[in-house]
């Protein structure tokens, strides 16, 4: 499988990317892409309760370099680029941006594959679905991380501490 190599325009999501921001899905940036479309889940492993808690599922997005930020929630995209999206654990279809509680800190995985062709589910769909649509499909995969935190400053001093 070959590499893609995925990046944000950030380390710490910021206030417009955010739940109680604007809750705007963030620019993703696609490095190293040969496939014919894209499929994205983003997951929050810090969630309590949830092996995989997902945030977002979009998929049969053509392969493109950049994945603009902004993209609305909905089942059927077609602007700012064509795309599904998927039922997340939030029980939203769409974009669900980071909500931690006060002292928290949680980390966001987001999963990129490029595929061999659309995955052809509707929209609506649940991360199982998407995972078995996927399957024998992938041919290229790569993620990146961002936090989302709600720590006070003495919280931050511990974390830094503790390496």
């Known amino acids: 499988m070959d590499k893609l190599v995925v990046g944000l325009d950030f380390l710490e999501f910021p206030p417009e990317h955010r739940n109680e921001g604007g809750n705007i899905s963030p620019r993703i940036v696609i490095e190293g892409l040969d496939s014919s479309s894209l499929a994205i889940m983003v997951f929050n492993p810090s969630m309590r309760g949830y092996l995989s808690y997902s945030t977002w599922l979009i998929w049969d997005l053509p392969a493109q370099k950049v994945i603009p930020a902004g993209i609305p929630n909905g089942k059927i ?10 039922t997340n654990d939030a029980g939203v279809i769409g974009y669900t941006g980071p909500s931690p509680q006060p002292g928290e800190m949680h980390r966001y995985i987001f999963r990129v594959y490029g595929l061999d062709d659309f995955v052809r589910i509707p929209g609506g769909s649940t991360k199982t679905a998407l995972h078995s649509a996927m399957h024998n499909h992938i041919l290229q995969y790569g993620e990146t991380e961002a936090v989302a935190s709600r720590l006070s400053p003495q919280q931050v001093q511990q974390q830094v501490k503790k390496g």
């Not at 995209?77 to 998927?86: E, F, K, M, R, Y």
């Open 77 to 86: 995209i077609t602007d700012p680029v064509s795309a599904l999206q998927g």
